[in-house]
């Protein structure tokens, strides 16, 4: 499929890529890793030029400094877990990174098993270690927690939140995940038939009409909760909708990211009923 896309990302900045299945997503991560060569056009990082199709520059995947984290993992199944670390480590690199990693991803228990003695979840984790373990400018994900359950995917989007904000990791991934955009992007890309059909933040690119209130009940998951002079601004996923809702400040602390929730209206606190994963 043909692709017409123009996209920049400021350093340090998350961007989330979504859109129908064969809009061209997994494709575009694989022409920056360099696992895939455009027909056309130019791809630059940091000041450097990764693929000029006019100059016929082409810098291979190996000397790009990119993480890539694949939705089925690629882990090598002969290696333990320890092992797939190191073989991502650059040559004369110091091999106690490989440790660091190990202890922050919860992994050292598991050192010296294999991938198919580790559960989805775990995997995922070495999978993630193995990506940072070369200290990427730039970490592409691929749908990295589509296949886990809500539990450890939330965990594992934490860990993500904590890597980067310790590294100032630029990021890319691919998600068709609502909540995990607001979670965790600052950008978002809506990709149709090759081609960025919008972008912006996630608040301007999923704004929908306020919920108006009357004697009915609404059931949702919130996004996103932001505390205004004298009431909530809430953002959720109602009937696979993004709606905005106005709620009393006296729902603080249940209105948390990833929060389910059943609202009556007219509004009755006693009458609300919120349920935390």
């Keep these: 499929m043909p692709m017409d896309i123009a996209l920049t990302l400021k350093k340090g900045q998350v961007l989330a890529i979504t859109g129908p299945s064969g809009a061209g997503k997994t494709t575009l991560l694989r022409q920056i890793a360099g696992l895939l060569t455009p027909e056309s056009g130019k791809i630059s990082f940091n000041g450097q030029v990764w693929f000029d199709s006019t100059s016929e520059t082409k810098t291979p995947p190996q000397l790009r400094n990119i993480g890539f984290v694949f939705q089925d ?7 333990t877990v320890q092992e797939n670390l190191l073989f991502g ?32 979840g775990q995997q995922q984790r070495v999978a993630m270690a193995r990506a940072l373990v070369r200290k990427p ?14 539990e450890m995917r939330y965990h594992l989007q934490d860990m993500l939140l904590k890597f980067h904000q310790q590294n ?3 990021t890319i991934i691919v998600t068709h995940d609502i909540a995990e955009i607001f979670r965790l992007a600052d950008q978002v890309a809506i990709l149709q038939n090759g081609q960025v059909a ?18 009915f009940v609404i059931f949702g998951e919130v996004l996103s909760c932001v505390k205004l002079d004298n009431h909530l601004l809430v953002t959720a996923l109602v009937e696979n909708k993004v709606r905005t809702l106005t709620l009393p400040l006296n729902l603080e602390a249940e209105m948390i990211s990833g929060n389910t929730f059943t609202l009556h209206y007219p509004i009755d606190s006693a009458r609300v009923a919120l349920i935390r994963h």
């Design 168 to 170: 100032q990791l630029t």
């Design 73 to 79: 993992y690629a882990l090598f199944p002969h290696l």
């Design 198 to 215: 919008r972008r912006g933040a996630p608040r301007e690119i999923y704004s929908g009409e306020k919920q108006q209130t009357g004697d």
């Design 89 to 120: 480590l650059k040559k004369g690199s110091d091999d106690r990174v490989v440790n660091e990693l190990l202890d922050a991803t919860e992994l050292t228990q598991l050192a010296n098993r294999r991938p198919n003695q580790l559960s989805g």
């Design 137 to 150: 400018e730039l970490l592409l994900l691929d749908e990295p927690f589509a296949a886990l359950d809500y």
